[in-house]
């Protein structure tokens, strides 16, 4: 267990040591990777080393990342900032948002120059045909199908009072991933989504913009938080960017990023460089990353496995005697398994000194990973005829010694097929830790299902089934040398 | 010969109840040192939990159990344990160990140098007529009446006061049963052993038994020589129990 710690501790401490001077965070939607891109070059160009962790998650991710100091600044926006993070009422002006988010040591740029409101779209001709032209005209055809994403289904500003509003009662309303909604648009599977009014699809796909004709979307003007504490280098970059970028340009920009799948090079056209791409030598690169990412991944996977195999092999052996603790192991760890992974994550960010980082990540997987171990540890134990128990009790073995010499080896079979369930589904779950930041092979999953990509996103998932594969076969290969020689004869012989 | 006369172990006035069920009732027995008693009865009368209250699987409900005079305790039954052989039926040798190391498990846990152990597992193999390569098998590997000498090994291994053997060929069949009977008869001969036997077979009891303690339900009914239990049934139940195994045997 302490070496365990340790190896953490380093792991942690690697991470620091490598650390850039600032570090920039972005939500998981194409402008957010833009604009954060831009911001860690302006950033670079002042003088001070900047990191950006692409596509954390969504705005509460992104915010505790801000104020726990994961991260030095992000991109967002005044009306996010003031239904979702200070959940203040619309007539609060921007200066007084500004003050508020001072109290908390957050300081806020002025706008960019573009208001990327929400907005509802819908295929132009079918819209035609309909004759819907506002909003409102939704109230004569409440079977369209929707499609909008799930931090839209739940916003203040979002689905929900709009709906009230315009009075409006749709039958189909689904929550889908955003980029994944224009697809679904696209084939038909959907007749109207939300929309982000600098959304480059909205052009390419030839979407109707619904127009918001009771006013009901606030504006949603760009703008960067930052910590207060920043460099001053930093602050100042930031600043420079105010009344930049008008919604002419950020629509180009998401084009591109788009087009290319690459948002440096959109963040290129910012800075008005230009926009090289080295063929040679991008397989190498991406060799490169997918062995960094799996790195990452297996370390992910290794802690928070051997973490669970730690406490998960006691806890069964607690959970193996009949009574109440015995009920009280099993129900727990079964009842954390049907929280979903994201939720889980979700859960724990908050927890002091766990925060944004891999090791709430890690903690997230260990908790996952002990209901196989423990119920297999406990099952095996409990088929233990009665007869060999009373053998080994009868033969004068202390309980403890009953436990190491008997029952685990002739548990052995149950413990580590527990074991190697655990770490399947672990290489897994590992994914998810890209949502908070942890890396992994879940990164490039995250970006290209942002992307609509899907090279990108088998960039992560060939490597994470491979991994699934070859842990499974290096358990295989483990049995043989864990399991007693007596145990196994025992299947091929009956 | 008033030291062999005392009694090794002593049960007085025992009973154990399982929730409701009243496996023995006041029980009274007495273990002579140096002697073969052997417990019979139909099945259910009580006889296995007599065997698992004096190695202290089971802690009886009211009485003492007293081995040496002394009562057996949770605070003393591991050491005791250590000098008490007990075989089951079908062996109970843990399978993922070999036929060897099952043998000399309790030896080599409790440290005893390691040419001793080798030349009491010689000795032992010797005694049941194992052959010393059978030792390196696997309990799957081995017949049923194999486990059974490799079972009496690991119970004699440690030289016990006291040999406990529950139904020790009740999953054999005849043929071997038969064979192993002569074997272990010779075999308690030779080691002047104090054995404690249970069966349901009566000509096993026979065969075996210097003392014969017929149960039923719960207590003994009679205790004797067979001679005893033949000439003076205390009870209608002993004859009938008596001839009820002797047609079974010759029909």
Redesign the interface.
């Known amino acids: 267990m302490r070496t365990l710690l340790l190896l953490i501790l380093i792991w942690a401490g690697t991470d620091l040591a490598k650390a850039e001077q600032a570090m920039v965070g972005s939500k998981v939607f194409t402008e957010s990777y833009v604009l954060g891109e831009i911001a860690r070059r302006a950033i670079e160009n002042a003088g001070v080393t900047c990191g950006h962790k692409q596509g954390m998650g969504g705005t509460i991710i992104l915010w505790e990342a801000l104020k726990q100091g994961a991260i030095t600044a992000y991109p967002d926006y005044t009306g996010t900032i003031r239904e979702e993070i200070l959940k203040v009422k619309k007539e609060v002006t921007v200066e007084e948002l500004r003050t508020e988010l001072a109290r908390q040591g957050i300081g806020m740029t002025h706008e960019l120059g573009f208001n990327n409101t929400y907005a509802l779209v819908m295929n132009r001709q079918r819209a035609g045909a309909l004759g819907i032209r506002k909003i409102s005209d939704l109230r004569k055809h409440p079977d369209l199908r929707l499609g909008l994403n799930h931090e839209f289904l739940r916003r203040k500003d979002g689905w929900e009072p709009l709906a009230r509003k315009y009075e409006l009662e749709m039958k189909d309303v689904r929550g889908i991933d955003h980029m994944l909604g224009y697809t679904a648009l696209a084939n038909g599977s959907i007749d109207l989504k939300e929309a982000y009014s600098t959304d480059a699809k909205i052009a390419e796909n030839n979407l109707m913009v619904l127009e918001d004709n009771l006013n009901f979307f606030p504006a949603y003007k760009a703008v960067f938080l930052y910590r207060l504490d920043a460099d001053p280098r930093v602050i100042k970059a930031l600043k420079k960017m105010e009344g930049t970028i008008n919604e002419e340009l950020m629509m180009k920009l998401n084009a591109e990023a788009e087009r290319t799948k690459d948002y440096s090079l959109a963040a290129s056209l910012y800075f008005g460089e230009k926009a090289q791409k080295i063929a040679q030598g991008r397989t190498k690169q991406m060799a490169g990353k997918i062995a960094h990412w799996t790195g990452r991944h297996l370390l992910l996977v290794g802690v928070s496995l051997l973490c669970a195999i730690v406490v998960g092999v006691p806890l069964g052996i607690w959970a193996s005697k009949p009574g109440i603790v015995s009920q009280i192991i099993i129900s727990s760890t079964g009842l954390i398994q049907t929280i979903p992974a994201l939720a889980l994550l979700a859960l724990l960010i908050p927890i002091p000194f766990l925060g944004i980082n891999p090791i709430t990540a890690i903690v997230a997987l260990f908790l996952y990973s002990l209901l196989p171990i423990v119920r297999n540890t406990a099952t095996g134990l409990q088929d233990i005829p009665v007869?060999?128990r009373?053998?080994?009790?009868?033969?004068?073995?202390?309980p403890g010694?009953q436990l190491r010499?008997?029952f685990l080896?002739?548990a052995?079979r149950a413990i580590l097929a527990g074991i190697k369930t655990s770490a399947i589904i672990n290489v897994g779950s590992a994914t998810l830790a890209a949502l908070i930041g942890a890396g992994g092979l879940g990164e490039p999953i995250i970006s290209g299902l942002n992307l609509n990509d899907h090279a990108t996103i088998l960039e992560g998932a060939i490597p994470a089934a491979v991994l699934a594969l070859l842990v499974q076969f290096l358990f295989d290969f483990l049995d043989r040398f864990l399991i007693?020689?007596?145990?196994r004869?025992?299947r091929t012989?009956? | 010969m008033a030291e062999t006369n005392q009694p090794l172990i002593t049960l007085r006035s025992v009973s154990e109840q399982f929730g409701p069920v009243c496996a023995l009732q006041s029980i009274d027995l007495h273990i002579t040192k140096g002697r073969t008693t052997v417990l019979i009865g139909p099945s259910g009368c009580g006889k296995s939990t007599i065997l698992?209250l004096i190695?202290g699987?089971l802690q009886p409900t009211s009485g003492t159990v007293e081995f040496e005079g002394k009562p057996v305790l949770p605070a003393n039954v591991?050491?005791?344990?250590?000098r008490?052989g007990?075989v089951?039926?079908?062996g109970?040798?843990?399978?993922?160990?070999?036929a060897g190391d099952n043998v000399v498990?309790?030896a080599r846990?409790l440290g005893r140098p390691t040419d001793e152990i080798q030349r009491r597992v010689e000795e032992l193999c010797e005694l049941t007529r194992f052959p010393l390569e059978g030792l390196n098998r696997?309990?799957?590997?081995l017949s049923g009446g194999q486990r059974q000498r490799v079972s009496l090994m690991?119970g004699l291994m440690l030289k016990p006061d006291v040999l406990l053997l529950d139904e020790p060929l009740g999953a054999l069949d005849p043929m071997v049963r038969s064979a192993l009977q002569t074997e272990l008869k010779s075999i308690f001969q030779q080691l002047k052993q104090t054995i404690v036997l249970v069966t349901h077979d009566m000509g096993e009891a026979a065969y075996f038994g210097d003392t014969i303690v017929l149960m039923k339900q719960g207590r003994i009914v009679q205790q004797g020589s067979l001679a005893d239990l033949r000439e003076r049934p205390t009870e209608p139940f002993v004859r009938e129990f008596l001839n009820a195994q002797r047609s079974l045997a010759f029909p």
């Open positions: 007869p060999l009373e053998s080994a009790a009868a033969l004068g073995l202390e010694a010499k008997v080896p002739m052995s007693p020689k007596g145990l004869l025992e012989v009956r | 698992r190695n699987l591991i050491e005791l344990r250590r008490m007990y089951i039926q079908d109970g040798l843990f399978p993922h160990l070999t498990l309790m846990h696997y309990p799957v590997e690991r």
